[in-house]
């Protein structure tokens, strides 16, 4: 409990003071559509299959989240989604520091680290941008918050939620093709309707001569 407390207050605390506020808040669509992602992804978070009190499944969406915004808003974004389903579930807030590692950290680190892949792709094609941020970057996501699960699990000797994930192993199989198709089709569809607002997208790069 008091790890997921401290590492989740490390982590906002630092997505905080890295945050690009002054262009964020520059262009006031980027804000509005920054507000209805995060209230968008909570509510898709309530749309969940429970393991155990503290174990669930559900969509993700964190990767997209990282392609429009930038690592530091997709977790401040997580933070408020994570806040509204502790709202409306009532989670027990002893596991809230657990919840935000595997339902924000993880995925926005694995979204990250997908991203990087992207960017270093020498292909200049627009479909790099969309099939492999978005459908395989998300289910890059999917694996990556699974495996950091585990690893936590085992470090701290949580062997019945070691045992609770390989149970329901097959949960995050069959999730891999809804989270890339959701972040795949969020990404391609902000990216071709308003290119400026997605951070990580370079229009000189894919559509460039």
Known sequence: MWFGFIASA???????????WRSFFSVSHRVLLWLAYSAIMGFVWLLKVELSAVIVVHLSMMSAAVF????????????????????????DLHNLGLNFLLSVAYPVFGAAIALQVVTRIPFNNL??????????????????????????????????LEVIL????????????????????????????????????????????
């Open 68 to 91: 429009l915004f930038g690592l530091p808003l997709a977790i401040i974004a997580g933070v408020f989604g994570l806040v509204a389903v502790q709202l409306v579930m009532a989670i």
């Open 127 to 160: 479909f790099v941008f969309i099939l492999g941020g978005g459908f395989f970057g998300a289910v890059f996501t999917v694996i990556f918050t699974v495996i950091n699960a585990y690893a936590i699990f085992w470090i701290f000797n949580a062997w019945s």
């Open 10 to 20: 490390v982590i906002v605390l630092a997505a905080l003071i890295f945050a690009p």
């Open 166 to 209: 390989e149970d329901h192993f097959w949960l995050y199989g069959m999730s891999l093709f809804p989270e890339g198709f959701i972040n795949g089709a969020t990404i391609s569809t902000i990216t071709v309707l308003w290119p400026d607002l997605v951070k990580s997208y370079d229009d000189k790069r894919y559509l460039g001569d």
